[in-house]
C-alpha cells in the first residue's frame, strides 16, 4: 500500500524558509513521478512543483526561483525547500505521487496523496 507522509510545515514571517518533506513507502519510488501541491482558503488545489523519474523537475510560475524540488532515493524522501517565502504562498501542502513517468503540474488525479501539512506565512 503506498503511503505519503508529509512534515516540515508550520508559520514563519515573510522572507522566512521552510523544507517540507514526504516519505514514501510501498512503492518503487525511483520509477514515480512525485510533485507538490497546494490548497489555500477558499482556492483550487494548484500545482507548485514536480520532478519526474529522470529527476527533471517543473515548477509554478509564482515560485520559482525561490522553491526547489527534490528527492532522496535512498531515503525515499521528497523535498520542498521553500525560501523567500510571500504571505500568499499560505496554503496547506500536499506532496503526491504516481506511476507515471512524467505529468503536467495542472494534472489534478495523480494517483497518490499524502494527508498534507500547513503552512502560514505571515507578513
Known amino acids: 500500500q503506498v503511503q505519503l507522509v508529509e512534515s516540515g510545515g508550520g508559520s514563519v514571517q515573510a522572507g522566512g524558509s521552510l523544507r517540507l518533506s514526504c516519505a514514501a513507502s510501498?512503492?518503487?519510488?525511483?520509477?514515480?513521478?512525485m510533485g507538490w501541491f497546494r490548497q489555500a482558503p477558499g482556492k483550487e488545489r494548484e500545482g507548485v512543483a514536480q520532478?519526474?523519474?529522470?529527476?527533471?523537475?517543473t515548477y509554478a510560475d509564482s515560485v520559482k526561483g525561490r522553491f526547489t524540488i527534490s528527492k532522496d532515493n535512498v531515503k525515499n524522501t521528497l523535498y520542498l525547500q521553500m525560501n523567500s517565502l510571500k504571505p500568499e504562498d499560505t496554503a496547506m501542502y500536499y506532496c503526491?505521487?504516481?506511476?507515471?513517468?512524467?505529468?503536467?503540474?495542472?494534472?489534478?488525479?495523480?494517483?497518490?496523496w499524502g494527508q498534507g501539512t500547513q503552512v502560514t506565512v505571515s507578513s
Open positions: 503526491a505521487a504516481d506511476p507515471a513517468h512524467r505529468l503536467s503540474l495542472g494534472y489534478p488525479n495523480w494517483d497518490y
Open positions: 520532478i519526474d523519474s529522470d529527476g527533471i523537475t
Open positions: 510501498g512503492y518503487t519510488y525511483r520509477s514515480y513521478c
